[in-house]
């Protein structure tokens, strides 16, 4: 996973360095120092057995039921949600109840069929990190992510809406050069 955005204060960078590995089904996790994302059924298997792990994360698929996460949410690192298809759009209800219902605060990854043209939409239901596939550009996408952010619409990134935040500014209402 080397073509990582991540959302650092807000600004999205590309993180060629980012350590974490997805594991494959079967997989031996024992001994590993390297961050991994196991996948939510061999998650499920083995996290009542041990002490949470800061190096382990979870991948949940779009059938897969993200209220089962409930009790570990405070303690894993990073969760991440799969995209098998871009037309796939039941990872976007996961993240926005991650965020807003379950109070998950550590990394939300898109992972899978991820592509520049919904970055602004992943932001905004809380994802806070995106693995871009292979086959594309990643400073492209990074692209998507910036000088556009305004939704009008409140969302996990801006929770008041666009009429309120403008409606808080001081002096909105005033025409410059008037009173």
Not at 91 to 102: E, F, G, T, V
Not at 137 to 151: I, K, N, T
Request: net charge neutral; aromatic share 8%.
């Amino acid at each position: 996973m080397k073509n990582v955005i991540t959302l650092k204060n807000g600004s999205p960078e590309h993180d060629p360095s980012d350590p974490w590995v997805l594991l494959e089904a079967g997989a031996d996790v024992m001994g590993s120092d390297t961050p991994i994302i196991l996948p939510f059924a061999h998650w499920l298997e083995h996290s009542q057995a041990r002490a949470p792990d800061p190096r382990q994360g979870v991948l949940l698929g779009p059938d897969e039921d993200p209220l089962r996460l409930v009790p570990a949410v405070s303690h894993l690192p990073l969760i991440a949600l799969q995209f098998p298809d871009f037309r796939d759009g039941r990872a976007y209800s996961q993240a926005n109840l991650l965020r807003l219902r379950y109070g998950f605060r550590g990394d939300l990854r898109a992972v899978g069929d991820v592509l520049r043209d919904q970055l602004l939409l992943m932001r905004h239901c809380g994802f806070s990190s995106f693995a871009i596939r292979e086959d594309k550009p990643v400073l492209d996408a990074l692209e998507g992510l910036r000088g556009f952010d305004e939704v009008y619409a409140r969302s996990v990134a801006n929770p008041v809406p666009r009429y309120r935040r403008q409606s808080l500014k001081p002096n909105a209402h005033r025409v410059s050069g008037t009173d």
